[in-house]
């Protein structure tokens, strides 16, 4: 997926687990890393602490942090098998991974992170570790992934997936922490923000991302991401 932070000192790179993505990011000031919802999770080190961060449904800032962070983002979908809680449940929160599982388990896994060299290798370690002993990720979830990350409408996508509206909802739900009308939403906005990023005239990438006209595209950049969508590539206010 799309990278998460805007901040310049953001670096990721692919993981070993199929899908998931490893990256390191050191705000420069507090509020630098703006967070663009993507429908991910995240597995979080920060501060010798080990968070996790829930799908998103608008841009997050955090506030007044500073100093380095590493983390594992999930591909859509897979995480919430890896943790044991359903995607809505974290849905816009971040949490301490000591909320979720035993306390000195957490302890063990933090020390283990906080010794190693590259806490975002010892990261990545953790989340393999944990995805081997985990059932392996139900298909239908990536098909749906797929289905909306090529702008596929909602209906159309439960109709060729052979599953009913409400039961899609649910699905959805639990796996990525809203419904499949928010991760389209979602989907799409990371298709517009690729294209624009790559030099296409707004009103094109309007067009290619399926939006309805620019008007649109700008309404939903503001929304999700909280910025202009010129503002947003550096392109000034």
Not at 16 to 34: D, E, H
Not at 85 to 110: F, T, Y
Not at 138 to 159: E, F, W
Request: hydrophobic share 45%.
């Amino acid at each position: 997926m799309s990278r998460r932070s805007l901040a310049l000192v953001y670096v990721e790179r692919a993981s070993r687990l199929p899908g998931a993505v490893v990256w390191t990011n050191t705000p420069s000031r507090p509020g630098a890393a703006r967070v663009l919802p993507d429908g991910c999770m995240d597995l979080l080190w920060h501060d010798g602490r080990l968070m996790v961060a829930g799908p998103d449904t608008r841009a997050y800032l955090p506030d007044g942090v500073t100093g380095p962070w590493a983390g594992v983002r999930f591909y859509p979908g897979t995480a919430p098998a890896l943790l044991g809680v359903p995607a809505h449940e974290l849905r816009d929160r971040r949490v301490e991974l000591a909320d979720l599982w035993p306390a000195p388990q957490v302890r063990r896994m933090s020390d283990r992170v906080n010794a190693a060299p590259d806490p975002a290798n010892a990261l990545e370690e953790l989340a393999l570790r944990q995805a081997a002993g985990a059932e392996p990720p139900d298909p239908l979830l990536r098909q749906i992934v797929t289905a909306l990350d090529a702008g596929r409408p909602v209906a159309a996508t439960a109709d060729e997936l052979g599953v009913s509206a409400r039961r899609l909802h649910r699905r959805s739900l639990s796996a990525f922490g809203y419904g499949p009308k928010t991760l389209a939403r979602i989907l799409r906005l990371h298709r517009a923000l690729a294209l624009a990023r790559a030099g296409v005239p707004f009103a094109e990438t309007a067009a290619r991302a399926g939006y309805a006209d620019q008007a649109h595209l700008a309404r939903d950049v503001r929304e999700l991401a909280g910025l202009p969508l010129g503002e947003l590539l550096g392109r000034g206010g």
